[in-house]
C-alpha cells in the first residue's frame, strides 16, 4: 500500500468510474457540445447533486480525467522501467508499457485519442510524452541527434508527436497488432531515422 496517497473510498472509486464511463459512452454517440450534466448522471444511474460531489462542471470533469489519464500511464510507465531484462532496450520497454496500458483501456482511448472531439487529452499525452523524451535524452550525455545536428527542442516535438500519431492511427484501425509488435515496429522506425 502507498502510504504517500491517502485511501480513497470504494464507493467514489466506483461513483467516478460510473460517471466516467457513462462520459465515454455518450461522446461515442454525440458531440461534446450537446453533452450535459443531466445526461452523464442519468446515463450513470446518479442524481446530478452526484455528479457535482466529484465535478464542478463538464470542463472540470475532462480535466480531471485527463489528470486521471496521465497519471495512469505515468505508473504503466514507471512500472515498465521496473521490470529487469537486461536484453531490452528501456524505451521499447517504456513503449510496451504504455500500449499495454491503453490496449486494457481500449474503449476510453478510442473515444478520447481517436476521435477529434475532445483535444485535452491528446495535448495531455503529448506534453506527457514530450517530458519523457527530454528526460531520457537528459541522462545521456552525447546522443546521436547532436552528433548529426538535430536540436534537441526539434527532435522532440517530432518524437512525441510520431509517438501520438502512431497511438491514434492504431486506436482509430481497431488495434490490428499487440502492443508488443508495434512497439518493435516503433523501434526499427525510430533505429532508421538517426
Given at each position: ?130 517530458e519523457t523524451i527530454l528526460q531520457k535524452l537528459e541522462h545521456e ?54
Amino acid at each position: 500500500m502507498n502510504k504517500d496517497k491517502p485511501r480513497i473510498d470504494p464507493r467514489i472509486i466506483r461513483t467516478r468510474q460510473l460517471l466516467k464511463d457513462a462520459f465515454v459512452e455518450l461522446l461515442q454517440e454525440m458531440d461534446i457540445e450537446k453533452i450535459t450534466v443531466n445526461r452523464i448522471a442519468e446515463r450513470a444511474t446518479v442524481n446530478r447533486v452526484t455528479f457535482y460531489l466529484h465535478y464542478r462542471d463538464i470542463p472540470d470533469m475532462l480535466e480531471k480525467l485527463a489528470d486521471e489519464m496521465s497519471e495512469e500511464i505515468r505508473t504503466a510507465l514507471d512500472s515498465s522501467m521496473m521490470q529487469p531484462n537486461a536484453t531490452e532496450r528501456v524505451d521499447y520497454r517504456i513503449m510496451v508499457g504504455i500500449l499495454e496500458h491503453i490496449a486494457q483501456n481500449a474503449k476510453f482511448y478510442k473515444v478520447v485519442l481517436g476521435s477529434r472531439r475532445t483535444p485535452i487529452f491528446t495535448e495531455r499525452l503529448l506534453k506527457m510524452m514530450s517530458e519523457t523524451i527530454l528526460q531520457k535524452l537528459e541522462h545521456e550525455k552525447e546522443t546521436s541527434i547532436s552528433r548529426a545536428g538535430i536540436q534537441k527542442d526539434i527532435f522532440i516535438w517530432y518524437s512525441s508527436a510520431a509517438l501520438i500519431g502512431t497511438i491514434v492511427s492504431w486506436l482509430r484501425h481497431d488495434m490490428p497488432y499487440t502492443p508488443e509488435y508495434l512497439a518493435q515496429q516503433f523501434s526499427l522506425l525510430r533505429s532508421h531515422q538517426v
